[in-house]
């Protein structure tokens, strides 16, 4: 064993032998079994200091219990005020539970007492009815002791009243057809609040006689214009003609007899060939301005022909409503055309073939409303819906029992690795039967609910992002259909509607995003079946709120939506109704009977040659039917047409010699300038009319300050100061209103002040008044509108009239005055236009004139050209071969590998590119020691559309993988020099 010393030497000591040394050496080892001195010391004080320790603490156990009495009352006083802190910090939160809770218990309580009294209904219904009939009859004889008490005041009373209605004028003035003079006094002052109503319909006089005159002056313009256009083409034609006798006479000669029929096409500048073609833009006018004739041929032409006839002509008619005009007349026909479906009753027997058919005018409108304007509207209206839905990829919504069964089962097998012991093939029932299925169905069923809730919301709240056009066509539906089937309630009337604005316009986008361009999608992604599945439950849902059909038979497990279904039904007919509230197309574009004469530009049209043909062979063969009226303007146009030329006969004069000239003459456009052959008459009543409109506002004056029993006794007695007088105050009163209205008018920059005439007119004496209303009443008399021998009535019926309808005339003129100044603007455009246009013609034809004299040279040095262009076009490309090893294209980074051959034999594969005679076209021949092996044709299109779709590699002969950019890249310097 070791030791030390006093001094902390040590020195080890073997008790077995009593040997000890001072060093320890290799033979030396300790024995841990036995204890030192040092050890022992330590063991013995431990004890020792642990029973001192707890000898202590008996001697202070009471002191020990105080200390942790007061250490625990701390803690927990310190916990409570924590506590109340927090309660404090929460109170809103705890009041909120806390009423909530209180909620509850009286909602319990509430429905207890509703059960309590629906179990005592009969009951309860009798105490009530009982309590009402005690209080309605307290009320009857009530009222009918106070009846009985002043029922001598009350006979009185109603006398007094029938006697005053009797006497009073108010029923001869709006029925009598002749009412007296005094009836009409005292209502002339309805009158005061509208004076200046007569300088209105004295504007609209004036306004409606210069757009007449604008509009001839306009189209006498016009035609100058269409004869300086005939004079500029006759120069351009002769200068042509020169040059070809000069430079082509050979050649001329050989196409003598081509040239012959060429003169007769629409185009040409011939007088029978200029009629033919205004009878045919006259036609096409009158069908598009008046939407009635294509509205019934849509409906003579056989099914197989209609849709293609629509495409074909209507929307080419309508320039696919490029501007207002032509999307206002489009919607015109679309109108005309759905109520014509709707009226017919062998298209339309009940309501339900709306939907359950494919009526034609409905895939029409819904097709119009899906090109490229209305896209961007269904693409604004679900993009950012349907992008949420393809971007949650945690999203599965799937509530078929048998998928979501396979589907578990699946999973389970394979997280295991062993046989579920499951049947594979089950039922709905089955199915169901596991609480796995209908959990994953429950979570299934509320996240569609969510996410079609937030579908709704959107859809509801973007009403404004649906066309106008499929707003008002879904208007015209439910008018034709409340019109069509009189007794059907306005909620299957809205299903229809619904089934046009939902179903066909919206749901079909939902299902298929990516096939009507509401997303954008690669064509190498496409979407999931995930998120097809998920969209289609959505649009599924939808569609059933639409229509208001419910889950049930198969489809049971989900008859939890019902309730949702019904609700969001309520929503979509408040939608529907929403959408139907648009304003009519005239007043949203602004259109009216002058909207084409204002135009600077007439509308044109670009229509093929068959399609003019085939039009004209339909309206010929159906003329009876869709205008039966034989003094309709259509069988005029027809007449001036005659029979329906040939395609040859009607292009003759704009088909370019060369091959295939037969097969490109059908589908050669012509532009077809529309113009209207019937003209507006012109109202040569103004003069009569004005000083009618001054002697009615002269009249008003004079016979509310002066009574009399007939017109011809007013005007004969001379006023009184005191009539004088209220004339004066008449005066000025008109005077501060009329400064009023003027302020007001100016402030809407709409201003209409008094006429400087009519005011003076009003403001002469009382007798200066008569001396010049006797002077008009003859003129008018002589123009056969007012006679002296019944005192003038017809003056005093016009005016009983105009108090009458006194709020309807100043609406109506209001509207005519704003538009008919607007035409006069737009009239006074064009009549500068066209002034310009001609004195621009004007020069051009001189200019053209002074040429002539200097073709000679022109023609010569164009022969020259046009040869030297014949001999170059006879030379013909050859193909071009461009070879390279696979080392080498390996070296330009366009062969990556070659599977199965190392790198090392590259250099004997050869191959060839070889261009084709079909341009994009490449042969790719590959050999290997000299020997074929295989050869491919390269379409350059398809390198172009794997570039656009972000492939880099491809491969070629199944074995080399090409690197698809620098391969582009090649062929672009070599074959085509970029």
């Known amino acids: 064993m070791m030791n030390r010393t006093k001094e902390g030497d040590k020195f080890y000591f073997n008790i077995n032998t009593m040997e000890y040394a001072w060093e320890r050496t290799d033979d030396i080892v300790k024995d841990n079994g036995l204890l030192t001195r040092g050890e022992i010391q330590n063991v013995v004080g431990d004890v020792t200091a642990a029973y001192d320790r707890e000898a202590l603490f008996k001697s202070n156990e009471p002191f020990i219990i105080k200390i942790q009495a007061l250490g625990r009352c701390y803690l927990v006083r310190k916990a409570f005020k924590t506590r109340l802190e927090f309660m404090r910090a929460q109170l809103p939160a705890i009041v909120t539970l806390q009423s909530w809770y209180k909620g509850q218990k009286q909602k319990q309580k509430y429905r207890e007492r509703l059960s309590e009294l629906k179990s005592h209904e009969d009951k ?10 005690k209080k309605h009859q307290k009320a009857y004889q009530e009222r009918k002791k106070y009846f009985k008490e002043n029922e001598d005041k009350i006979v009185y009373i109603q006398s007094k009243w029938r006697t005053n209605m009797a006497r009073h004028d108010y029923t001869q003035l709006m029925h009598s057809d002749n009412p007296p003079l005094s009836v009409v006094r005292k ?21 409606r006689q210069q757009v007449v005159t604008e509009i001839r002056a306009n189209q006498q313009l016009e035609h100058d214009l269409d004869t300086m256009d005939i004079k500029i083409g006759l120069l351009v034609k002769n200068r042509i003609t020169l040059q070809d006798v000069i430079s082509h006479d050979k050649k001329l000669k050989s196409h003598k007899e081509q040239a012959g029929s060429i003169s007769k096409g629409i185009k040409s500048l011939s007088k029978e060939s200029r009629e033919k073609l205004e009878a045919y833009q006259h036609l096409f006018y009158l069908l598009q301005t008046n939407p009635t004739y294509l509205a019934r041929l849509i409906f003579e032409m056989p099914q197989s022909r209609t849709t293609k006839f629509m495409e074909s002509v209507i929307l080419t008619l309508y320039n696919y409503a490029s501007n207002q005009r032509e999307e206002f007349l489009l919607l015109r026909l679309f109108t005309k055309a759905l109520e014509e479906e709707i009226r017919r009753i062998s298209k339309v027997d009940k309501m339900s073939d709306i939907v359950s058919g494919n009526p034609m005018v409905v895939k029409m409108i819904v097709g119009f409303n899906r090109n490229a304007r209305g896209q961007g509207s269904l693409r604004d209206l679900l993009n950012p819906l349907v992008k949420s839905i393809l971007e949650d990829k945690n999203l599965k919504i799937n509530t078929n029992p048998i998928e979501v069964y396979k589907a578990w089962v699946n999973q389970l097998e394979t997280e295991t690795g062993q046989a579920s012991g499951l049947p594979y093939d089950t039922t709905n029932e089955e199915a169901l039967n596991h609480e796995e299925v209908r959990k994953q169905i429950d979570q299934s069923v509320a996240n569609l609910r969510q996410v079609t809730d937030n579908f709704l919301s959107h859809i509801l709240k973007s009403l404004d992002k649906i066309p106008y056009g499929m707003r008002y066509m879904a208007k015209v539906m439910k008018n034709a259909l409340a019109e069509r089937f009189t007794d059907a309630p306005e909620k299957d009337i809205l299903k229809i509607v619904g089934n046009l604005l939902y179903y066909r316009y919206i749901n079909s986008a939902i299902v298929a995003p990516d096939a009507f361009d ?24 939808l569609q059933f709120a639409a229509s208001n059909k419910g889950f049930g038979g198969d489809s049971a497990h989900l008859s939890g939506l019902n309730t949702y279904i019904r609700e969001a039904h309520e929503k979509f007919k408040q939608f529907f109704l929403q959408a139907c509230d648009v304003e009519d197309p005239e007043i949203k574009f602004n259109m009216d009977q002058y909207s084409d004469v204002t135009q600077v530009a007439k509308p044109i049209i670009y229509i093929s040659a068959k399609e003019v043909v085939d039009t004209h062979q339909l309206l010929l063969d159906h003329q009876d ?14 007449d001036d047409l005659g029979d329906s030329p040939d395609i040859e006969t009607l292009m003759g004069g ?6 295939n000239t037969e097969e490109n003459i059908p589908n050669t456009e012509i532009s077809l300038t529309l113009s209207n052959k019937f003209e507006v008459q012109e109202d040569d009543k103004f003069d009569v009319k004005n000083i009618l409109i001054r002697t009615k506002r002269m009249l008003v004056d004079v016979v509310r300050c002066q009574p009399g029993d007939t017109l011809t006794n007013v005007l004969n007695t001379p006023a009184t100061d005191q009539q004088e007088d ?28 008094r006429q400087q005439s009519v005011s003076g007119d009003t403001k002469l004496p009382l007798d200066s008044m008569k001396e010049k209303i006797k002077r008009n009443l003859k003129e008018l008399e002589t123009a056969g509108i007012v006679s ?10 016009i005016i009983a009239q105009d108090i009458r309808n006194q709020r309807r005339h100043r609406q109506r003129r209001k509207q005519e005055m704003v538009r008919l100044r607007s035409t006069l603007g737009s009239l006074d455009t064009k009549k500068h236009f066209y002034q310009e246009q001609i004195d621009y013609y004007n020069q051009y034809v001189k200019t053209c004139l002074d040429n002539l004299s200097h073709k000679g040279k022109k023609e010569k040095r ?48 050869l191959f060839e590119i070889s261009s084709t005679l079909d341009p994009g076209r490449f042969d790719v021949n590959a050999k290997f020691m000299g020997i074929s092996m295989d050869k491919l044709e390269l379409v350059f299109q398809d390198l172009l559309q794997l570039q656009y779709e972000g492939v880099a590699v491809m491969k070629m002969f199944d074995r080399a993988k090409i690197n698809v950019n620098l391969l582009i890249f090649l062929l672009n310097k070599k074959f085509y020099g970029k």
């Open 124 to 133: 309860a219904i009798v105490l009530q009815s009982y309590a009402r009939m």
């Open 187 to 207: 209502f002339v002052h309805l009158l005061d609040q509208s004076d200046i109503d007569y300088t209105e319909e004295i504007d609209v006089q004036k306004l």
């Open 518 to 541: 509401i997303v954008d999608v690669s064509a190498s992604k496409g979407l999931s079946s995930d998120q097809r599945r998920n969209l289609g439950s959505i649009a599924k849902i």
């Open 625 to 638: 039917i869709i205008a039966p009226d034989h003094n309709d303007p259509l069988h005029e146009l027809l």
């Open 654 to 659: 704009t088909i370019i010699m060369g091959e």
């Open 726 to 753: 209220d004339h004066s105050a008449l005066i000025r009163k008109r005077e501060l209103v009329d400064r009023r209205v003027t302020i007001k008018e100016m402030e809407k920059e709409t201003q209409l002040a």
């Open 788 to 797: 002296s021998s019944d005192n003038y009535q017809a003056l005093i019926n």
């Open 862 to 909: 164009t022969s020259w050209l046009n040869k030297g262009n014949e001999k170059g076009s006879e030379k013909k490309a050859k193909p071009v071969t461009v070879k390279y090893n696979g080392a080498r294209l390996h070296e330009k980074g366009v062969i990556l590998e070659i599977e199965g051959l190392p790198q090392g034999q590259f250099k004997n594969v």
